[in-house]
């Protein structure tokens, strides 16, 4: 012990510890077992004092022995602390992590916290008292060391701090600090750290300072820690002035607790003798402050809530402090590293950042960023070293999360903009930096990180309107990321705030200009077309942005990523998301309807997989879809047709879009505006390159364009200066695409638009006010109007150089130039054009209208007949007259003065309209004569469309009455003849192809009543041939009505002039007025017989007219001045006279006219119906033909007429006066008789009685039903009238075409032609010379066997069509009675047809027999009537004899009619062909003794010849009635005799068979009526028709038949049942002859006997 204590020898204490310390273990464990000694115990501590406390080293040797000493510790350090706890401490101070396993494993630690805990109590309390075991041992006091309670606290303090700091020492290869002891950790946070706290509560020194200071530090981050952070706070700005103090140790608060220090005998001053080391106060200065460093860094956010260390503002400004210090620790930059650190932590604290702020945290964060900088820039060569930019960064971040707005508006906003400025470039250099090649990518994570918070942390700041300094920047920032980050999330995220700055940020012009500013577009399109799916949707998002808010620079500047997106949205591997947001990024970039924006769609290749989508099934896809298409004024409903154009072609989807845009009016102006400025630029690019214009401007380009351009005026006038320059480019190939696209129509379209001035214009003459659709439609400025239609007019001009044959036909046949140009030229022609006073437009308009028409001129004469005719009917006419015509205000000037209100007529010699625009009005001539050739002309004329030109014409005609006359040149000369005198030929041509009902309808009465004596005058006195013709054309027409027709002959001068123009017409010849003259005299002939002329609707309307119409009061005047009787008297003076009717008759055969040789035939009947029947002397008929045809029964007194006018108006006039109602027309003086017609000169004219024979054959030969008609009623007609006509008829006439009429289905025709037949087939021949010719004859009886057999052989059997025609009721022909007679004459005629018989002196019935003996032959072989025929005869008889008896008026009336005779005679002709039928036919015998019982009836009633007459039989109806009565009776005979007699029906006769008794009663009854006393004295004493009656009556055949059937037994038994007895009693007394008389005697007798 001694030798230990004293080291003696020397050495001796090392080399036992070193060399033999397993020797000094085993001495110490031997010693131990003797511990209960004191000495022993002091002896091991000693040792182990004198061995380990001083020469312990920590070799791996000693392990076993230090572990020893460690068992030892328990026992030791409560009996020798002052001795042995330094032993301990240096065990482990030295030992390290060697001794602090074993030691924790011995639960020293927690003896040593027992102890601590006692001298902190004791420390607490102030006392100084010994434990308690040494109280009881009462030992001495010991003398030697002694230590305070506050001395062994140090200690323990010292020895916690050597165990806190074991290990550190042993660092790694990479020089990172020591490992941390977890179960030390956890002791000194559980059982440790409220002794500690509490040590510092009570005034601590500066070793415990430093000792607790370091313990805290070593558990920093342990939770325990956080409630004691406020006492630790507290503490330390008590405890450590030189600390938290600005002034540091200089202070005054560190200044006295040092003094106290020394006072204690601590520190510098302290005593010799010192029971620990201590430091010296600067390097322990040091050890605090880095301990409180290392606090701060680690605890000083603690706790989360309330941090007690950051939250003060001691330990803010300590922090601030801060700075690179070499001698604080190894690396000199630790301290800025926690003030990063520590400032990081606090920024992130929310509630504290308001605080801190007012603590100068942005000056601080200001001052440390400038200091990291500098940091950074000398250890960039250091590796392992932590990067301090990013705890800066975080600090602004977390501001901005927090407290962004304030960090904005802090002071004048200035540090805060800079701070985040900062930490913006700071942020992108750590990344830059962390991706280099030299670092290896150490700490990327960490950069990355930083990028997105601090992106997000300044996103939240970007929607405010103080976010302005920094909008550039951060716009650039985070485009740096989006472009270039390595990360996806962190791109995406960078879009993300990039989207939220330009759609909710202020002033996102900023943005898009930093854009401007930056490469990022190519960029953008990778990522776009990029096979990430979310980094091309977030891209997608910020462009989409940038176009809509960046401004239209950016959206112009993101324009070539188009087709980028469109090859993405067509990639099949992109999703449905991606394609979605490619879809609404291309809507946002190509909505625009801007040039920039069309330019760049226009150039994309296809857009068709965005239209796709409008297919998709989900609604969002197919919304983009139709947004996009509403934005060009479209729909989905288009789709189909969008889509299909587009496949073609970008551009012509865009065109054709434009062309249907259904946007407001300027937007869809607009648009089409800027697509023709992106063709014209092309058009001009390609006609300034190589390939020249040709290669752009395609067929399908062009279709494509034109609608589009026909949408607006301007477009259109745009579209026509580029066509017309390729007319100025010599550009052919354009204009043959032009052509063959179709688009000529489409120029002649444009000739149809107006401008406004025009349309307000028009309205100022018409009235009203243009419609807004019209006005919208219209051009703005005429000039441009007219500039475009004049260059389309060289184009269509040039079209026609180029394409002359297809042009016309097109243009004809699709009606081009009729549509478009007639409001064109109609215009220009009717109203004051805008502008004309200006002498450039009134030029360039008049060559506008002179080259449409020279056009227009072409193209109607180049086409065929037949298109010129569609030309026609699509109103060719029209267009021309516009032209030439004067404008509607003139014309009504014009038309006014043909009857003006005043009575006036004053001369207008002004004819000045007709040289406006000669050039054009001569070209318009020239077209309407060529298309006069044909009758479609003339048919459009008639039109009731069309009756303004009609009008006009005569408003004209009658305004150039005069110069029409002065002005006249001759044919001959073609240069003589001027304008005026053209166009008049041209109007009275049209004119005259109207009807006089059109004339009523539309010219008015009046004034046809005005213009007839020009046409008079023209006809009778102009040069012009063609006008003369017309002229006569009108005149005549116009004469077909009474009224007019009489104001012209009722004037003397006027009927002379007519009786000229006559003269004149039949002096120079023209075939083409025959028709014309012939229906002239027609017309006065029928006005002077009273005939109608007109149709009955037309004469009412010429009535009524006269009646209303005030302007017709001349020519009511006239009519009541006996204005028809002078006229009729002038008309037979002057123009109803034989020579011209001869002359006319005559050339209607030579040179011949079927109109006229037609009305010539109706001429002919005329006047022979009205035939003049007196008798004619000899002086007379010498004379006739130099007489007047029209003999009439009073001459028309002129004076006496007026008077009786005069008189009848006076009348009239008091009539008004009184109110009644007056008609004016019904004082007109008129004829009671019509006059009658001398036909001598036409009788005793065997030239005109040929030539009306072969105008009769030529008529019938006509397919003209008219014609036809007349010809068979002439021909029946005159060939019994003129014998030179019988002579040339049967020749010309042809009898087949006569039996060919009977077929037809026409009654009036099957009337003429069966009239003729019944004529020519019952007419005998007169003895004559050129009768008798054999030839004659023979023609004669052909054509009679031609008759005869062909209307017996029509039908579907012999006579089917005569039954079908008798069977047919009445269907309204005017002599339908007549008609069926002569059918039922020629059944009579065909059955037995007349003889061919020569002409002689023979009696009638007595033909001369030939020279064969024979007799003559019938003219014609008819087969038998069939017998069905019979009873229809028969029921026809007793239907006529129905209708006269039911038309008697007491007992007066007709019972004989043709009618009647011919029916009987047909019937009587038939039954000897059917002999039995007809005796066995009821009908036929009551038919037959119907005319037997009626001549009875009238003996027997004494009825007087007078009261059968017919009143149509007039004068002759005497005889009439006689010839009838006669050939009935006769007739009648003949059926019975030739059926019963014939059929030997009376010996076969049974009275007991039908109708036998009837039979058999009449039979008595008749002769019991006629075999009498009285019928006896009539026969010698009655008058001549009684006496006829008895001699032609059947009563001697009635007396035969009965006497036949009596001859048998039982019908005498029968006879005498029904009266038979007295009829043979009468015949027995009163028979004819003898043997009558004898034989009714023998019957008697043999009557007597069968009775007996």
Same mark, same amino acid.
């Given at each position: ?163 806190? @700091? ?124 880095? @301990? ?342 479209? @729909? ?97 190939? *354009? ?236 044919? @001959? ?36 009543? *005005? ?637 007597? *006997?069968?009775?007996?």
């Amino acid at each position: 012990q001694i030798g230990f204590l004293l080291d003696h020898p020397e050495g001796f204490c090392a080399y036992m510890l070193q060399k033999e310390h397993e020797l000094l273990g085993k001495l110490l464990e031997q010693m131990n077992a003797y511990s209960e000694s004191g000495t022993v115990k002091m002896g091991i501590v000693v040792i182990l004092t004198q061995t380990v406390g001083t020469f312990y080293k920590p070799l791996a040797e000693l392990d076993e022995f230090a572990l020893r000493v460690l068992d030892l510790s328990a026992s030791l350090l409560e009996g020798e602390f002052v001795l042995f706890f330094p032993v301990l401490h240096q065990l482990a101070l030295l030992g390290g992590k060697r001794i602090k396993a074993p030691l924790l494993a011995r639960q020293l630690h927690m003896r040593v916290a027992r102890l601590l805990e006692k001298s902190v109590f004791q420390l607490e309390t102030g006392e100084v008292k010994r434990e308690a075991w040494e109280v009881e041992n009462e030992e001495p006091e010991e003398t030697g060391p002694c230590l305070s309670s506050r001395q062994k606290l140090q200690w323990m303090l010292a020895f916690f701090a050597a165990l806190a @700091s074991a290990g550190a020492l042993s660092t790694d290869s990479k020089g990172s600090g020591h490992d941390q002891d977890l179960l030390f950790d956890a002791f000194i946070c559980v059982d440790l750290l409220p002794l500690l706290v509490r040590i510092l509560r009570k005034d601590p020194q500066m070793m415990e300072t430093i000792s607790v200071c370091f313990l805290l530090s070593s558990v920093a981050r342990s939770p325990c820690l956080v409630p004691h952070m406020p006492d630790v706070l507290r503490l330390c700005e008590k405890q450590l002035p030189a600390l938290i103090e600005p002034d540091g140790a200089e202070s005054t608060r560190a200044k006295g607790l040092a003094a106290r220090s020394a006072a204690e005998g601590l520190g510098p001053g302290a005593g010799s003798w010192e029971h620990l080391a201590l430091p010296h106060t600067d390097r322990a200065n040091v050890a605090i402050r880095r @301990s409180f460093i290392h606090l701060i860094g680690n605890a000083g956010f603690v706790p989360a809530q309330n941090p007690a260390l950051l939250a003060a503002p001691k330990v803010l400004e300590f922090l601030a402090r801060l700075k690179i210090d070499a001698d604080l620790f190894e690396d000199p930059a630790a301290p800025l590293h926690t003030k990063a650190y520590c400032l990081a932590q606090l920024c992130a604290l929310k509630d504290k950042q308001r605080a801190a702020m007012d603590a100068e945290l942005l000056e601080i964060l200001q001052k440390a960023e400038a200091e990291i900088t500098e940091d950074s820039g000398m250890t960039d060569e250091v590796e392992n070293t932590a990067d301090l930019r990013l705890p800066w960064v975080s600090c602004v971040v977390s501001l901005a999360l927090h407290s962004g707005p304030i960090l904005l508006q802090r002071g004048d906003g200035s540090l805060g903009v800079e701070l985040l400025l900062s930490a913006m470039r700071l942020a992108e250099e750590i990344l830059e930096e962390s991706s280099t090649a030299r670092t290896g990518g150490r700490d990327l994570h960490l950069a990355l990180e930083c990028q997105q918070a601090l992106s997000s942390a300044i996103g939240r700041l970007s929607t405010r309107l103080d976010f302005g300094p920094l909008r550039a920047q951060y716009t650039l920032y985070l485009l740096g990321i989006s472009c270039s980050a390595p990360v996806l999330n962190l791109r995406t995220s960078a879009c993300e705030h990039l989207v939220s700055l330009l759609s909710q940020g202020y002033e996102p012009t900023v943005p898009g200009a930093v854009f401007l500013k930056t490469p990022c577009l190519v960029s953008f399109r990778q990522m776009v077309q990029g096979p990430m799916d979310e980094l091309a949707i977030s891209c997608t998002r910020v462009m989409q942005a940038l176009a809509e808010f960046g401004g239209y620079d950016v959206h112009v500047h993101l324009l070539p990523n188009l087709e980028g997106i469109m090859a993405s949205l067509g990639d099949p591997n992109s999703n449905a998301q991606r394609c979605l947001q490619l879809a609404e990024l291309f809507v946002v970039l190509t909505k625009e309807r801007t040039e920039e924006v069309l330019d760049k769609v226009i150039e994309m290749p296809d857009i068709r997989p965005f239209l796709g989508l409008a297919r998709s099934t989900q609604s969002s896809r197919r919304e983009l879809v139709l947004k996009w298409l509403e934005a060009y004024g479209s @729909s989905l409903y288009e789709i189909d047709e969008v889509s299909e154009v587009f496949g073609a072609s970008t551009l012509r989807g865009l065109l054709h879009l434009a062309a249907r845009s259904t946007l407001q009016p300027a937007d869809s102006q607009d648009l089409r505006r800027i697509m023709f400025g992106l063709v014209q630029r092309r058009v001009d690019t390609w006609r300034a390159s190589l390939f020249g214009v040709k290669e752009f401007l395609s067929e399908i380009l062009i279709t494509s364009l034109l609608p589009m351009c026909e949408r607006q005026p301007d477009l259109v006038a745009a579209a026509a200066a580029l066509f017309h320059s390729c007319i100025s480019n010599d550009e052919i190939e *354009v204009l043959e695409r032009f052509w063959s696209g179709g688009h000529f129509g489409w120029v002649c379209q444009r000739m149809a638009s107006k401008s406004r001035a025009q349309l307000y214009a028009q309205c100022a003459v018409n009235g009203g006010e243009p419609s807004k659709g019209a006005v919208t439609k219209a051009w703005q400025k005429h000039a441009d109007l007219t500039a475009a239609q004049s260059m389309f007019l060289r184009l269509v001009w040039k079209l026609f150089d180029m394409f002359p044959n297809e042009l016309s036909v097109k243009a004809v046949k699709n009606e081009y130039l009729m549509k478009n140009w007639s409001d064109y030229l109609t215009y220009y022609m009717h109203y004051a054009w805008p502008l004309r006073e200006t002498r450039e437009i009134e030029e360039s308009t008049d060559s506008a209208l002179i080259l449409a028409m020279q056009i227009f001129a072409r193209v109607a004469s180049d086409v065929n007949k037949e298109l010129q005719q569609k030309l026609v009917q699509q109103g060719a006419m029209g267009l021309c007259l516009t032209v030439i015509l004067p404008n509607p205000q003139e014309q009504n000037k014009m038309r006014a003065a043909i009857c003006p209100a005043d009575g006036s007529e004053a001369e207008d010699t002004d004819t000045s309209e007709a040289l406006v625009l000669p050039l054009a009005r001569l070209v318009a001539g020239a077209v309407a004569t060529w298309l006069m050739q044909h009758t479609d002309a003339f048919r459009w004329f008639i039109d009731r469309r069309t009756k303004h030109y009609s009008i006009a014409m005569y408003s004209q005609l009658h305004h150039w009455r005069a110069a029409v006359m002065e002005q006249q040149g001759s044919i @001959s000369a073609p240069t003589s003849v001027g304008p005026l005198e053209k166009y008049a030929t041209l109007y009275l041509t049209l004119i005259s192809s109207l009807t006089v009902e059109w004339g009523l309808e539309h010219v008015e009465l009046a004034h046809m009543g *005005v213009m007839l004596p020009v046409f008079l005058e023209i006809w009778s006195r102009h040069a012009n041939i063609v006008m003369k013709h017309h002229a006569l054309r009108l005149f005549s027409n116009y004469c077909q009505i009474h009224i007019l027709y009489v104001s012209i002959m009722a004037q003397m001068p006027l009927a002379e002039s007519v009786a000229s123009a006559m003269h004149r017409t039949f002096g120079t010849w023209d075939i083409r007025d025959l028709r014309y003259v012939l229906r002239l005299l027609i017309a006065a002939l029928s006005h002077a017989l009273s005939i109608p002329v007109m149709p009955s609707h037309v004469s009412t309307t010429v009535v009524q007219t006269l009646k209303k119409q005030p302007n017709c009061a001349p020519l009511v005047e006239l009519l009541q001045d006996g204005g028809t009787l002078r006229a009729n008297a002038a008309a037979a003076k002057y123009l109803l006279l034989p020579k011209f009717l001869t002359q006319v008759i005559s050339w209607c055969e030579h040179p011949g006219d079927p109109f006229s040789r037609t009305w010539a035939l109706w001429l002919v009947l005329t006047l022979f119906a009205h035939e003049d029947k007196l008798k004619p002397s000899s002086a007379d008929v010498k004379n006739d033909e130099d007489d007047l045809v029209l003999v009439f029964s009073e001459a028309a007194d002129e004076k006496h007429l007026m008077r009786r006018a005069k008189l009848l108006r006076e009348q009239q006039a008091a009539l008004a006066k009184a109110g009644e109602k007056i008609d004016p027309l019904s004082v007109a003086a008129s004829s009671s008789k019509p006059p009658r017609c001398r036909i001598g000169w036409l009788r005793n004219s065997p030239m005109l009685g040929a030539t009306l024979a072969h105008i009769a054959g030529k008529s019938l030969a006509m397919q003209w039903k008219t014609a036809q008609r007349l010809a068979a009623v002439a021909g029946g007609r005159l060939f019994y009238e003129l014998l030179q006509f019988q002579q040339i008829a049967v020749e010309s006439m042809d009898g087949q075409l006569i039996v060919r009429l009977l077929n037809l289905p026409d009654k009036m025709l099957n009337l003429a032609a069966v009239f003729f037949i019944t004529v020519l087939s019952s007419f005998h021949l007169s003895l004559k010379a050129e009768n008798i010719a054999g030839e004659f004859l023979k023609r004669f009886y052909d054509m009679s066997a031609t008759l005869i057999e062909g209307i017996a052989s029509c039908g579907d059997g012999p006579y089917d069509l005569i039954a079908r025609w008798l069977h047919t009721p009445s269907d309204g022909l005017p002599c339908e009675l007549d008609f069926r007679s002569m059918l039922a004459f020629m059944i009579g005629q065909c059955a037995c047809p007349p003889l061919a018989v020569v002409p002689s002196l023979e009696l009638e019935g007595q033909a001369p027999e030939t020279a064969d003996g024979k007799g003559a032959p019938p003219v014609a072989e008819c087969e038998a009537p069939p017998a069905a025929l019979l009873d229809k005869l028969a029921y026809e008889i007793i239907k006529e004899e129905q209708r006269l008896k039911s038309e008697q008026v007491d007992g007066k009336g007709p019972l004989f009619s043709p009618m009647l005779c011919h029916l009987l005679y047909s019937l009587a002709v038939m039954v000897p062909l059917h002999p039995k039928v007809a005796a066995n036919s009821a009908s036929v015998r009551g038919s037959a003794f119907a005319q037997l019982m009626k001549v009875q009836n009238i003996v027997a009633q004494s009825v007087q010849p007078q009261a059968l007459y017919d009143p149509a039989d007039g004068k002759r109806a005497k005889l009439f009635l006689y010839v009838k009565a006669t050939a009935s009776i006769r007739a009648g005979l003949q059926i019975i005799t030739s059926s019963w007699l014939a059929a030997d029906f009376g010996s076969r006769f049974a009275i007991t068979e039908e109708g036998g008794k009837d039979f058999i009663q009449y039979c008595t009854k008749h002769i019991n009526q006629v075999y009498n006393n009285k019928t006896a004295l009539t026969r010698v004493l009655g008058t001549p028709w009684e006496r006829m009656m008895l001699s032609q009556g059947p009563t001697s055949t009635i007396a035969e038949l009965l006497l036949i059937v009596c001859s048998n037994d039982a019908n005498l038994k029968e006879v005498s049942k029904l009266g038979g007895e007295p009829a043979l009693h009468s015949l027995s007394r009163y028979g004819e002859s003898a043997q009558i008389r004898q034989q009714a005697t023998m019957l008697l007798t043999k009557l007597a *006997v069968m009775q007996a």
